[in-house]
C-alpha cells in the first residue's frame, strides 16, 4: 500500500503549511499520527513558530477543594479562550505525582501542588510544566503546611515565592529554597509578584472594623537575609481605601496594579455596595485611576453573595460567586472602561466559586 502523499512533501514545506495554522490548531494536529507528532514537536518547528506565534491567552481554573485527590488518569486543567469562546482541557496525566492541583503560571508554564509516588503526604512538591511540551520540572519538597497556607507568586522569569503571613519562601535558579521572616502586621491578601517587588494589602484596622493598606517589598532586599516591607501610601489618595469593600489585586498592564472591590454606598460599618469597582495604580507616577465598573444588571447576578472570587492578569479579569453559575470577563483592552461579558459553560465546579489564573500558553517555555 502507498504511503499518503503529504509523505512526500519535503520537512520545510510541512514546517511552513503546519505554521500557518492558529496554536491551539497546532495542539489538535500533534494527535492525529505520529509523522505529524514528529514534525510539530521537533526543536526546528518550534523555534520557527516561537518567532511568529504570540502565546495563547486563555483564562485556566483552578479544581475545587474537593477535587484535589482526582484519580491520576483524570488528572486535567480546564482553559478557556476568550478569543474563540470555547472550553478544552489540558491534560495533565504525563506528570508522575498524586493530587495534582495548579495554582498558578508564567509566561507558557503552569506551577502546581503535587506528591511524588513514593513520598510521604506530609512533604509536597511544586512542579513547572509546560503541558502543550509535556515538559516539567520539580522544585525542591516542602512541608505540606506551604501548600495549603501559602500564596504561590511566580515572575516572568519564573522567580517563585510562597508567601504567608509569617514567612515566605524564595527560590531562584538554584537548588534550595531561601526562608525569610515576612514581617507582616496581618495575613497578606492576594498578593502579586511583579517588577522584581511584592505587592499584597493588609489589614490594619481592628476586629470591628477593617482598613486595608498596600505593603511592598523588593525582592532585592532578600539578599540581607530579610524582608524589608513597607507602607505604600500618599496623602493624595485620601480615602481610596475605604471606599471599596473586601479590595483584592491583580496584576495589571505593564507597572500598574488593578485593585477591586465592592463599591461602597457609604462609610457606614456595614454599608451595602452598589457594584464592583476596578481601580488602576500607576507605580511610576503612584496614582490612582478608575480602570472600570461592573454593570448594574450583572452585578445583580453578585449581590446576593456576600463574597466573591477574583482572578486574572494584565488586561483580563473573572468574577465568581456562589450560585452564580458562570463568570462574568472584564477586558479591559476593548476601550475605555472595558468590555464586560459573561462565561457560560463553566466545566464540573458545581455551585461553589471558582478560582484561576491567567495563562499563557506557549510552546518554546521550558521549566
Not at 38 to 67: E, V, Y
Not at 217 to 225: A, D, F, G, Q
Not at 246 to 259: F, K, Q, T
Amino acid at each position: 500500500m502507498d504511503a499518503p502523499p503529504i509523505y512526500g512533501l519535503p520537512q520545510d514545506t510541512l514546517h511552513q503549511i503546519f505554521s500557518s495554522l492558529p496554536l491551539r490548531q497546532i495542539m489538535i494536529c500533534r494527535s492525529v499520527c505520529k509523522l505529524f507528532n514528529q514534525i510539530l514537536t521537533s526543536s526546528s518547528f518550534i523555534h520557527l513558530i516561537s518567532t511568529q506565534k504570540p502565546p495563547l491567552s486563555l483564562l485556566a481554573l483552578r479544581p475545587p477543594h474537593h477535587q484535589r485527590h482526582v484519580s491520576h488518569s483524570a488528572a486535567a486543567i480546564h482553559v478557556y479562550d476568550p478569543n474563540q469562546n470555547q472550553w478544552f482541557r489540558f491534560d495533565l496525566s504525563f506528570l508522575p505525582f498524586r493530587s495534582l492541583h495548579p495554582v498558578a503560571s508564567s509566561p507558557g508554564l503552569i506551577y502546581l501542588w503535587g506528591d511524588l509516588p513514593d513520598s510521604p503526604e506530609s512533604n509536597k512538591s511544586l512542579i513547572a510544566c509546560n503541558p502543550l511540551t509535556r515538559l516539567y520540572r520539580v522544585l525542591p519538597q516542602l512541608g505540606s503546611a506551604w501548600s495549603k497556607h501559602g500564596s504561590v507568586l511566580v515572575d516572568s522569569l519564573n522567580k517563585v515565592m510562597v508567601l504567608t503571613e509569617l514567612a515566605a519562601l524564595f527560590f531562584s535558579n538554584s537548588n534550595h529554597w531561601l526562608k525569610f521572616s515576612s514581617n507582616l502586621p496581618s495575613k497578606p491578601r492576594s498578593p502579586i509578584l511583579m517588577l522584581n517587588s511584592v505587592y499584597a494589602l493588609c489589614d490594619v484596622g481592628s476586629p470591628w472594623r477593617s482598613q486595608w493598606k498596600l505593603f511592598c517589598c523588593n525582592l532585592s532586599s532578600l539578599t540581607n537575609s530579610q524582608q524589608f516591607w513597607h507602607c505604600l501610601e500618599r496623602r493624595e489618595w485620601g480615602d481610596v481605601f475605604d471606599i471599596l469593600k473586601r479590595p483584592r489585586l491583580v496584576r495589571g498592564v505593564g507597572n500598574r496594579i488593578l485593585m477591586i472591590g465592592g463599591l461602597k454606598s457609604s462609610f457606614t460599618l456595614n454599608a451595602s455596595c452598589s457594584t464592583i469597582l476596578i481601580l488602576r495604580l500607576d507605580l511610576d507616577l503612584l496614582e490612582w485611576e478608575e480602570a472600570g465598573r461592573m454593570p448594574v444588571e450583572m452585578y445583580r447576578c453578585f449581590s446576593e453573595s456576600s463574597k466573591f472570587k477574583v482572578f486574572g492578569m494584565g488586561d483580563k479579569v473573572c468574577f465568581s460567586a456562589k450560585r452564580v453559575g458562570r463568570l462574568a470577563l472584564w477586558e479591559c483592552e476593548k476601550g475605555v472602561g472595558g468590555e464586560w461579558r459573561w462565561i457560560d459553560g463553566l466545566p464540573g465546579v458545581g455551585d461553589g466559586p471558582c478560582r484561576g489564573f491567567v495563562y499563557e500558553a506557549s510552546l518554546n517555555a521550558l521549566p
